[in-house]
């Protein structure tokens, strides 16, 4: 019998944008999903025409299964 899906809170008060809607500015940094991929669904990037820039020379494609994105929370404030 499968487990009943748990509904997470969203610390960031920010719900996933399908990729099919709306896609972040280019080089915004934001959080990828694609549950195609088994390996590493959730990606950190920024959107570079129609691919995820990495960094260094990792890409992946927009179209080959990323479906959400989420905008990054701000980070904290240094401390001294």
Do not use: N
């Amino acid at each position: 019998m499968p487990r009943p899906q748990t509904k997470r809170a969203d610390p960031f008060g920010t719900a996933w944008i399908p990729v099919s809607e709306r896609l972040p500015d280019e080089g915004e940094p934001v959080l990828w999903y694609g549950p195609a991929d088994k390996f590493c669904p959730f990606v950190v990037g920024k959107r570079d025409g129609e691919s995820i820039d990495w960094g260094g020379d990792l890409t992946t494609s927009i179209a080959g299964g990323i479906t959400h994105w989420l905008p990054l929370p701000s980070p904290p404030e240094a401390t001294p």
